[in-house]
């Protein structure tokens, strides 16, 4: 399969745990972005990368969120001391570095309890 | 960043076309249209693209005003397999999300 994946698919977590997850891109993409869905609502999005370079957050990341790219191919994910608004589907895309269609995976499902 | 609005939702029956306009009175000269369909618990997935006039791929047509604030995005006789959330998405890099037109095919 070369489509975007990611891991775990879900994760169920107590409040306060820190939790990491995992995306590895089309190979070829130079672009990598995450996104955070909640129910009934669009994805928003969160940060981008390209290459190794964090080249953009959105305010919606706090200082809890930090996210890694460190060799330009897959990109980590952790949420610091989970609260249960953290709760949602954590998308990740990647994209060629001329732009153009972003290419979903299916999503990480966290549950903060 | 160029807001867009949709609507929330549209019931069609199995065969018909399904026509979902979307607005984006704000959108850049250098934005492009990008429709995607999203089902639950999956990541959207890529429809069509455009930047003017008229775009055609195997799953649908992509209708853009010579002035741009509005696309419509045209499916073709749609089947149970068409129900989903839509999104109308304009600009480059970053895509806004709204929260989509909820399509509901009836058999």
């Known amino acids: 399969d070369t489509g975007v994946s990611q891991d775990p698919r879900h994760k169920i977590t107590k409040r306060g745990q820190n939790v990491t997850f995992r995306c590895d891109p089309i190979?070829?993409?130079?672009?990598l972005y995450w996104y955070r869905q909640t129910l009934g609502q669009g994805p928003e999005f969160l940060t981008y990368f390209q290459n190794e370079a964090q080249l953009e957050k959105s305010r919606l990341l706090s200082d809890r969120f930090s996210a890694e790219r460190p060799k330009g191919s897959f990109s980590t994910l952790e949420i610091q001391r989970t609260e249960q608004g953290d709760s949602a589907m954590y998308l990740c895309?990647?994209?060629?570095?001329?732009?153009?269609?972003?290419?979903f995976g299916p999503g990480t499902r966290l549950t903060v309890l | 960043l160029a807001k867009t609005t949709q609507p929330i939702s549209m019931d069609s029956y199995e065969g018909q076309e399904v026509n979902i306009t979307c607005s984006h009175n704000?959108?850049?000269?250098?934005?492009?249209i990008t429709w995607y369909q999203q089902f639950p618990s999956q990541g959207p997935r890529f429809i069509i693209q455009g930047y003017k006039t008229k775009v055609t791929n195997e799953v649908a047509s992509l209708f853009i005003p010579a002035d741009r604030k509005s696309s419509t995005l045209s499916l073709p006789r749609v089947s149970l397999s068409d129900t989903a959330v839509y999104y109308c998405l304009v600009g480059g890099y970053k895509y806004i999300f709204g929260t989509g037109t909820r399509l509901k095919v009836l058999a």
């Open positions: 895309a990647s994209s060629p570095v001329g732009g153009g269609e972003q290419f």
């Open positions: 704000n959108i850049a000269t250098n934005d492009y």
């Open positions: 190979s070829e993409h130079n672009r």
